[in-house]
């Protein structure tokens, strides 16, 4: 894999994939990695082909080590004075740090993570804006902030009490110590454990039977299911109507039930 770039970002047949590609430095997230992963949510955002999103990190040592503790968070305490044009534009532009970790940025295609390893801190945040997580055997889970004198602010002291248990999010949190594959597929917070070797084989499995699908139909599954989040009944009813609707009214919706009756493989346009 070249290590020209500290974010890759590829599509093929549908599947984007987005891969940090620091392994020297644990795949931490520096500013130019930051400002690279926005662009990549939008460009996604904005890709019609693109139905699936892939978020791996590069070698085996780590998914994602969190913000860069040397160029990231210095630049953004104050201690470090801007140097590069990406120094600039993390700290010009205030979305692009949400953007970066899916926070307040709606991004209805579905987004599969592949952790390859420790996913820490700015990385498991990340992660906890992906819908399906499959890790290797390796990866640990934690979110380590107070350790360092600082808190998680790309979504965890939201995300992390939905998503799993909230006595174990707080102790994660509070405590900063890390947990493993196991005690996260126990509380909910991932899907599956892989042997190393196949992480990437079962996320692109995944991948080509989500792209498969309808993709009106599953990027309505994928906003109202987050926009439902903490509403009430009545409310997330509502939600599901307007899903249903432009779902029906879609080409998509017609060509999947005469393709079962022509019993042919269905092909759907997203429109």
């Not at 020209?4 to 987005?18: C, H, N, Q, R, S």
């Not at 307040?104 to 987004?111: D, H």
């Not at 990437?200 to 989040?229: F, H």
Request: some cysteine; proline content about 7%.
């Amino acid at each position: 894999m070249s290590n020209a770039l500290p974010l890759l970002y590829e599509k093929t047949d549908g599947v984007a994939v987005l891969t940090f590609n620091r392994p020297q430095a644990r795949n931490a997230i520096s500013p130019e990695v930051a400002c690279r992963l926005a662009d990549a949510f939008s460009d996604v955002a904005q890709d019609a082909a693109v139905r699936v999103v892939i978020l791996t990190g590069h070698g085996d040592k780590a998914f994602c080590s969190g913000g860069d503790l040397a160029l990231t968070l210095p630049l953004m305490t104050g201690a470090r004075q801007p140097q590069t044009p990406w120094d600039h534009r993390l700290l010009d532009d205030p979305s692009m740090m949400d953007r970066s970790a899916l926070r307040g940025f709606e991004l209805n295609k579905p987004i599969i993570a592949a952790i390859n390893g420790p996913c820490m801190a700015g990385g498991m945040e990340t992660v906890l804006a992906t819908d399906i997580r499959i890790a290797a055997e390796h990866a640990t889970f934690a979110l380590p902030e107070v350790r360092r004198g600082l808190i998680p602010f790309a979504g965890s002291l939201v995300r992390l009490p939905r998503q799993i248990p909230q006595c174990l999010a707080m102790e994660m949190l509070l405590t900063g110590e890390p947990i493993s594959a196991a005690q996260a597929l126990s509380a909910g917070m991932i899907n599956h454990i892989v042997p190393a070797p196949q992480l990437l084989d079962r996320a692109w499995e995944l991948a080509r039977r989500i792209a498969a699908n309808g993709p009106v139909a599953v990027q309505e599954v994928k906003r109202t299911v987050l926009a439902a989040s903490g509403v009430t009944l009545e409310e997330g009813y509502r939600m599901e109507d307007a899903a249903k609707a432009r779902v029906m009214a879609s080409d998509d919706a017609r060509e999947g039930p005469r393709a079962f009756m022509e019993k042919r493989a269905a092909v759907f346009r997203g429109v």
